[in-house]
């Protein structure tokens, strides 16, 4: 079965960026979604398709994809960006179809 | 207000059945495929299966196939799950998740708030 992998956790300064990768054979031909998750709290959709964002998201949240690795990216992080990040894909072949979630990774912010 | 609300979880024995339920409103239900998905106490989020909004399609983790059935009533705004052979390793959070789309390939946008299902002796 197709799998994703995730750094278990990230640290970052406020107003830094932090990058959050999520790797996958070849994950570049397909489209990777990212949710936030504080704790306690059920997931929350941040980017889609790789790197559009939902209304109400805002734009320091952003996303690439190519190759192996699709990243996660946040700009000028805050605090209440603290939180577990976990990326996601549909996983469509000839004898199986899933949706494939990453390992998860947490951000601290310092 | 667009929402979505679990009920149904709670603790039950190794090899017992469970039905969760999921009420949708704020949202023409019927145009969105639907799926639920699982966190273990402190371990990241699993898929555990996805209807099409017409019921066309239908998919489970293997984790799950075969003991498991997801089932949507339209007229009724709702999305079900029947467990059965409940084993521990079942024990988590299920999360009902809405589709952006109809068909089954794209991202969740909506998410309810979970239910809680332990599976102990």
């Known amino acids: 079965s197709y799998v994703l992998t995730q750094p278990p956790s990230v640290s970052v300064a406020p107003g830094q960026t932090a990058r959050i990768t999520c790797g996958g054979n070849n994950i570049g031909s397909k489209s990777v979604h990212w949710y936030q998750q504080k704790p306690g709290q059920a997931p929350v959709l941040v980017v889609y398709?790789?790197?559009d964002r939902p209304s109400g998201i805002p734009e320091r949240f952003s996303g690439s994809n190519s190759g192996n690795t699709a990243t996660l990216t946040i700009s000028r992080v805050e605090a209440g960006d603290e939180a577990d990040y976990s990326c996601q894909v549909w996983d469509s072949t000839s004898d199986h179809r899933d949706y494939v979630f990453g390992t998860g990774t947490k951000v601290t912010v310092l | 207000e667009v929402q979505l609300v679990e009920s149904g979880g709670g603790l039950v024995k190794p090899g017992g059945s469970l039905r969760l339920s999921c009420a949708a409103s704020?949202?023409?239900?019927?145009?969105?495929?639907m799926n639920w998905v699982r966190q273990a106490p402190g371990k990241g989020l699993e898929w555990v299966s996805s209807i099409s909004s017409s019921n066309s399609y239908i998919y489970y983790a293997d984790s799950v196939k075969g003991r498991f059935t997801i089932s949507r009533d339209n007229a009724k705004n709702s999305l079900y799950l029947q467990m059965n052979s409940l084993r521990a390793e079942d024990t988590a959070v299920y999360y009902c998740?809405?589709?952006?789309?109809?068909?089954?390939?794209?991202?969740?946008?909506?998410w309810g708030q979970g239910t809680m299902v332990t599976v102990s002796s």
């Open positions: 398709d790789d790197s």
């Open positions: 704020g949202f023409i239900f019927s145009t969105y495929s």
């Open positions: 998740a809405r589709g952006k789309v109809a068909t089954i390939y794209d991202a969740f946008d909506m």
